[in-house]
């Protein structure tokens, strides 16, 4: 069975990176969620403006929609995806059995000076403190804190998913 991995929390937290290095490892696919957004949500973002829920409304139904098409095609995929609130999880359909959802954890604190070593195409730092306010913590799927390397972080979700799914995961 194809499943999903939601690569979920604030920017900064390291879902682009750790999402291409388990693609790598997994040899799954890897979707980024941010070429997904409208150009109406890329300007906001781009000012420093948050987004509200009815601007990621259509976001999210284009990558649930996206999901979908590709488990139906029995792909398993991994997809970096912020996710912050629980209803924009049930809206992508996480049910943490086919579509399992993965909180990279991290402080503020630890979160912030990793925004000045890295370059984005639009997101505003600015945008910190507003998405750390939005965010709820889930309260299943996995766990990962990100104070471990990328490398450490993929090994641990993968040790983690394998427990979960209790099959392997192509290593």
């Known amino acids: 069975m194809a499943i999903a991995i939601i690569l979920m929390g604030p920017?900064?937290?390291?879902?682009?990176?750790?999402?291409?290095i388990l693609s790598e490892t997994t040899g799954w696919e890897f979707i980024e969620g941010d070429d997904f957004h409208p150009e109406e949500n890329v300007k906001k973002m781009a000012a420093g403006t948050p987004l509200n829920d009815e601007d990621r409304k259509p976001w999210l139904l284009a990558l649930h929609d996206n999901l979908n098409e590709r488990l139906s095609n029995n792909q398993t995929c991994i997809l970096a995806c912020s996710a912050l609130k629980q209803a924009?999880?049930?809206?992508?359909?996480?049910?943490?059995?086919?579509?399992?959802?993965?909180?990279?954890?991290?402080?503020?604190?630890l979160i912030k000076p990793r925004l000045g070593l890295r370059k984005h195409r639009y997101m505003n730092d600015s945008l910190l403190d507003s998405q750390i306010a939005t965010l709820e913590p889930p309260v299943d799927g996995l766990r990962i804190d990100i104070d471990l390397s990328p490398h450490e972080i993929v090994t641990e979700i993968v040790k983690q998913l394998e427990k979960v799914t209790r099959e392997p995961t192509a290593l």
């Open 11 to 20: 920017m900064g937290c390291g879902k682009t990176t750790v999402g291409k």
């Open 88 to 109: 924009y999880r049930d809206l992508l359909g996480v049910d943490q059995k086919q579509i399992i959802s993965v909180y990279l954890h991290g402080t503020h604190a």
